[in-house]
Each structure stands twice: as C-alpha cells, then as structure tokens.
C-alpha cells in the first residue's frame, strides 16, 4: 500500500519569497508516479508537477520544481518567487502499480504581500 | 467538455434519503475515478473505471454506494440511505490514460458537496 506524509499543516512566505512543501512517501512498489495539486478555495483540483521514479532529473514546471530524493521517499515542492495567487491548499500524492492515486492531507500555503 | 462536469455542486438531503451525483468527464477520456474529501484531509480514492467497467471498486466504503458508467462516459455515484458520515466533498476526474503508464495526470471538477441533515 502507498502512504504519503505531508507535515506541515500550514506554511506562510513573503510575497516574491521561494517555499518549500515537505511530502515523503511509502511504497514496496518498484516502479511509481509523485504528482502535486494545487486546490484553491474554488475547490477544483489543479494538476502542477510529476515525477517519475525512474526519472533522472528533478522534475521543473514554471515556477514549480520537485525536488526528488529517492533514497529518502521525500518529493518536496519548491514554489519560487511565489505570488499572492499561490495561496490554497496544496497536496502531494503518488500511484504505483494500481491505478489509485492516494493523496496526502495536505498543507495549506498563504502568500503574504 | 471542456472540463469534467460535475452535477449538482451543492446536494442537502435528510438522513436516510436516496442520492446520485452525476460525472461529466472529458471528451475522449476512457478513465473515471471518483473520490470523497471530508472537510480537513485529503481526497479518499472510491472506484475507478476504464471504459463501462468498474476496475477498480476498492475504496467503496460499504455496499450503500455504488457508481455505474453504462455507456463508457457519463457516470453517477449513488448512495442509499445516507447517512451524516456522507457528508463530504465527492470529486470526479477523468485522465486519457489507463494502466499506470507515465504521468497520467487526473484532471479533477469541482467537486459535488453533499450535506446530510
């Protein structure tokens, strides 16, 4: 069974400022996916990043990079120069040899101006 | 669609009432999930399909609930006799990918809040 483990209920940065969401994971599967959403007070699930085990490179995306440590289950998000727009909840999950994406409880990001 | 559609955005219902939440996903998608997040925490994997077929019923809390995806698009959720524990946000996404393949990424709606009185 996959777990992932998201520690930090609530973070504040400064606006312009970089952040870091914590995010470790559990799995005997060999092969698996780490995905972050970003779920404003809309409601609505927005996709941003993925990583895959076997990829060689930490995943990046605009101003979203994963920052992937295998040997230590953590794939941490890094928001650079955030913007007062990035403030919602924001979850990691991961899916391995099922089609289940299972989902941390997430850690609700505010940008401060 | 543009989106996945999700109908209705809001549900109220009395204890004990019979419910069904509908999934419009996106053109073309052949995969369905549906998921519940209670108030706090987050998305709780129910069922997934492929196509018409359940492939995946796991996370069904118990046999009150129940999804159908008749046609291969289109897909309700239906839950009997709630209960106040069924209060939850229920999310449906679609992806265009099966199998655990690359990223698949899951495109969600926004999500169904239902309230049980």
């Known amino acids: 069974a996959q777990k992932i483990t998201q520690t930090q209920p609530g973070m504040f940065v400064q606006e312009k400022e970089a952040v870091t969401l914590d995010c470790t994971y559990d799995?005997?599967?060999?092969?698996?996916?780490l995905f972050w959403y970003k779920q404003p007070s809309s409601g609505e699930m927005i996709f941003l990043i993925y990583q895959g085990s076997y990829d060689q490179q930490n995943a990046t995306e605009g101003r979203y990079s994963l920052n992937f440590q295998k040997a230590r289950k953590s794939a941490n998000l890094v928001i650079s120069a955030s913007q007062l727009g990035d403030s919602a909840m924001y979850f990691c999950?991961?899916?391995?040899?099922?089609?289940?994406?299972?989902f941390g409880k997430g850690t609700k990001l505010t940008v401060n101006p | 669609g543009a989106g996945v559609s999700q109908t209705p955005s809001n549900k109220v219902t009395e204890k004990g009432k019979y419910v069904e939440l509908r999934c419009d996903p996106i053109?073309?998608?052949?995969?369905l999930y549906w998921y519940r997040q209670s108030l706090g925490q987050g998305p709780e994997f129910l069922i997934y399909f492929q196509g018409t077929g359940a492939a995946d019923d796991s996370g069904l809390p118990n046999d009150r609930f129940f999804a159908v995806r008749p046609e291969g698009s289109v897909s309700t959720l239906k839950i009997q006799r709630t209960e106040r524990g069924d209060s939850a946000v229920y999310l449906c996404a679609s992806s265009l990918r099966w199998a655990g393949t690359g990223a698949n990424v899951l495109t969600f709606g926004a999500g169904s809040r239902l309230t049980v009185l």
């Open positions: 053109s073309g998608h052949t995969a």
């Open positions: 799995t005997s599967d060999p092969s698996y996916g």
């Open positions: 999950a991961m899916r391995g040899r099922s089609e289940k994406l299972v």
